[in-house]
Structures are given as structure tokens and as C-alpha cells.
């Protein structure tokens, strides 16, 4: 399965784009990626032009529920950032995203798979992706990949800031050998997730297949998402990025 943040995730016809909720500009760039084919310079690649934006931080309020506050910093090089702590009873996370990066990736939640598939959201996105991550993995994965996912959704809707003047809607189709993925998706605020895969293994290395579906049900809930992944074709039991 290839789910990343491929090329106009966040770019499609500029009609398309949502209607502004505050002050700030967003416009398209390829300027940084000029050294790179005319497609992949349209990459993910959307400049905020205003160098007072600001990032948030979301600092835990009450550990027992995972509850947060919300507080504004300041980024000096206008950079769309956005940085996440979450603790709970059973899991401690740390997210920081930088969506104007060039694809560095630096996770460690404890769980191989889930660090893998971070990491290629970053290759792929042209996103830099910090995520630190602890809990109760000894008794399964459940809530570190939970409260992963809830993290870096929230971190994007910061990142994304007032979403004026960025291409909201994204379509794309991944061929991977025998598998055949097709995903769309609309930043409009609504959360929504549309899931069709049939995974016919029930691990991969030692990460739960069952986690899958739950994962991207967090990442929307909190990124105000709409997300449709659809299997079109995938002979073999294989799930990748």
C-alpha cells in the first residue's frame, strides 16, 4: 500500500481552494525545487509568504485525558510549522512538522513499522517529520499508534494555518508492483474517512494490520480531514509505503 503525501496533495486547480478564515496569504511555489523535473517541483511545495506567521504548540493540560491547551509562538522564518505534545495514562508523543521542509525524517515511537511509514511520509511529502513517542507498547501498539496519528493531525491543522489561498483537493494512484492504491483528499475541515483495504496478513514485521484503519480514523479526526483510500488491485499480502 502506498499512502504518503504525493505529488498535489495540496495542489489542484486553484478554483478549488477553501475560502479564507483569516489574514495570511498562501501561494504556489516551485522556486525551491527548481533543480528537480517541472512535475516534481509541484511536489507539496506551498509557500506562506507572510514571515510573521506564527506556529502553535499544544502543551498537555491534564495528562489523565490527554486534554491540551493551545498556546502561539512566533517563527521568524515564516515557515508553516507545527509542534504537538500529547500525554496521556498510557503514552507520552511529541510531533513537530514542517510543511515548507525537504523531507527530513527523524521518529522513534518504539513500534519499526509505523517509524518506517513516518519516514517515508516525509521522503515522499518533501515534509519534515520529528515524532518521539513512548508507551505501553508492551502490552500492544494500540495507543502509541493512536495517539501518534491524533498528534500529527493536529500538528498539520496548525501547520496549515488559515489554509487561504493553498489547493486544498488531492488525487493520486500509487503502483507498487502487484499493488494498485488509489487515494483522495480534501483539506475542508470536515473530517472523514473513506477505507477500503483488504490487508490479507494480520502483521507486518510485528506492527497489528488492524492498526492501519485506525490510524488514518485518528489523523483526520484531528486534521479535519476528508481522506479516501481505495485498493484497486494488490495480488499479495504486502503493505508498504
Not at 478554483?15 to 516534481?40: D, E, I, N, V
Not at 503502483?175 to 480534501?186: C, G, K, R, Y
Request: one cysteine or more; hydrophobic letters at 35%; proline letters at 5%.
Amino acid at each position: 500500500m502506498e499512502v504518503s503525501a504525493p505529488p498535489g496533495v495540496l495542489s489542484s486547480p486553484s478554483s478549488l481552494s477553501s475560502p479564507p478564515l483569516k489574514s495570511g496569504l498562501l501561494t504556489f511555489s516551485t522556486s525551491r525545487r527548481a533543480h528537480l523535473p517541472r512535475k516534481q517541483q509541484q511536489h507539496l511545495n506551498l509557500r506562506h509568504m507572510d514571515s510573521s506567521h506564527s506556529h502553535r504548540i499544544i502543551t498537555p493540560c491534564a495528562a489523565n485525558n490527554g486534554s491540551s491547551t493551545l498556546t502561539d509562538s512566533p517563527t521568524a522564518s515564516g515557515a508553516r510549522i507545527g509542534e504537538v505534545k500529547r500525554e496521556t495514562k498510557e503514552t507520552n508523543v511529541s510531533v513537530k512538522i514542517n510543511l515548507d521542509g525537504t523531507g527530513i525524517a527523524d521518529s522513534n515511537t518504539g513500534i519499526p513499522f509505523l517509524d518506517h511509514m513516518l519516514d517515508q511520509l516525509a521522503s515522499h511529502g518533501l515534509l519534515d517529520v520529528h515524532v518521539r513517542a513512548t508507551g505501553n507498547i508492551h502490552i500492544d501498539d494500540h495507543h502509541t499508534n493512536e495517539d501518534v496519528a491524533l498528534a500529527i493531525g493536529t500538528a498539520l491543522l496548525q501547520a496549515l494555518g488559515d489554509r487561504k489561498g493553498i489547493n486544498r483537493f488531492g488525487d493520486f494512484s500509487a503502483p507498487l508492483d502487484e499493488a494498485w492504491i488509489h487515494v483522495s483528499l480534501d483539506l475542508s475541515g470536515r473530517p472523514h474517512l473513506g477505507y477500503d483495504l483488504q490487508i490479507p496478513t494480520q502483521r507486518v514485521g510485528t506492527y497489528d494490520t488492524q492498526l492501519v484503519e485506525h490510524f488514518f480514523q485518528s489523523l483526520v479526526n484531528t486534521s479535519g480531514m476528508t481522506l479516501h483510500i481505495r485498493q484497486a488491485f494488490n495480488r499479495f499480502s504486502i503493505l508498504s509505503f
